[in-house]
């Protein structure tokens, strides 16, 4: 599995392309941000009310999304809206799609297993 | 024609692959529980799996690698949650280190595992879920790590020979 996952998605981000996603993913909080923004564009502020810590403290986590290309960010009026990048979604997708073809390879291999001996 | 249904949830993070089975029930579970029969499905040709722990129990583990064309080796580990022989299996699939110690921190998938059987024909439905879309991603990007290493590993063979 981890061959075929890997071939296409090698190449397309640097080590430290890799390191700059890795820790912008090593936070719970980062990630629900991700989650929370795919649906829609929500505000810092709005996002501040779902967790217990600081305006600054979100928009902090925000920052660092924003650096690994994860999230964008937008000023409209006073406030500044997050949206997590369409991109980020595409790749999920393919991902998605890179584990599906490795687990119809794994039910071929159990087909073949189950299959009874051919009689010669 | 085995793979009878496919659901991509990419608002869930969930992949879901029904398929069918001409072989009874207690058989099709045999591929979970005999770690014999699970090294010669769960890795690629080119990556085949092996098998060291297998207690298919709660909380039991499972510990394998999975060796390379050029000899590189990684690993892996199951943590079983549930075990219902012969109709559900629940595990957690996740990275190890080159002694087989999971990896902290790391990206781990949740599998579901159900069977069925209706005159002798068994369903079985496998439903792997990742904790956030980052999640899975990581998962693959760190798939893509652990295959750059292999292949560096190599180059770095080559070079001191």
């Known amino acids: 599995m981890r061959d075929t996952v890997g071939k296409t998605v090698l190449g397309e981000l640097d080590d430290k392309g890799v390191d700059v996603l890795f820790h912008a993913l090593a936070d719970a909080t980062r990630r629900d941000i991700v989650r929370r923004c795919v649906r829609g564009e929500l505000s810092v502020s709005r996002l ?33 809206l997050v949206r997590t990048e369409p991109e980020a979604v595409r790749r999920a997708r393919r991902a998605l799609d890179q584990l599906e073809a490795a687990w119809r390879e794994r039910v071929d291999r159990m087909s073949e297993l189950l299959a009874p001996a051919p009689s010669r | 024609m085995t793979v009878i249904r496919v659901d991509k949830d990419v608002d869930n993070l969930s992949l879901t692959v029904v398929a069918e089975f001409d072989a009874p029930i207690e058989r099709v579970w ?59 299996l629940q595990f957690v699939d996740g990275f190890a280190d080159h002694d087989g110690v999971p990896r902290e921190g790391q990206p781990t998938t949740a599998i579901r595992v159900e069977l069925t059987e209706h005159d002798g024909v068994t369903q079985m439905e496998m439903r792997s879920t990742f904790a956030s879309l980052e999640h899975m991603e990581q998962v693959v990007e760190l798939g893509a790590v652990e295959v750059f290493q292999l292949a560096v590993g190599q180059a770095d063979a080559v070079l001191a020979g």
């Open chain 1, 48 to 80: 501040a009310h779902a967790y217990p810590m600081s305006f600054a403290a979100v928009q902090k986590h925000v920052t660092v999304l924003e650096r690994a290309g994860l999230v964008t960010k937008q000023r409209r009026g006073r406030e500044q």
């Open chain 2, 30 to 88: 045999q591929l979970w529980a005999d770690p014999r029969q699970l090294e010669r499905w769960w890795g690629p040709p080119s990556y085949p799996a092996t098998v060291e722990r297998h207690e298919l129990a709660p909380g039991g583990e499972v510990t394998y690698f999975m060796t390379g064309p050029d000899g590189g080796r990684s690993h892996g580990w199951w943590r079983i949650t549930s075990a219902d022989p012969p109709r559900s």
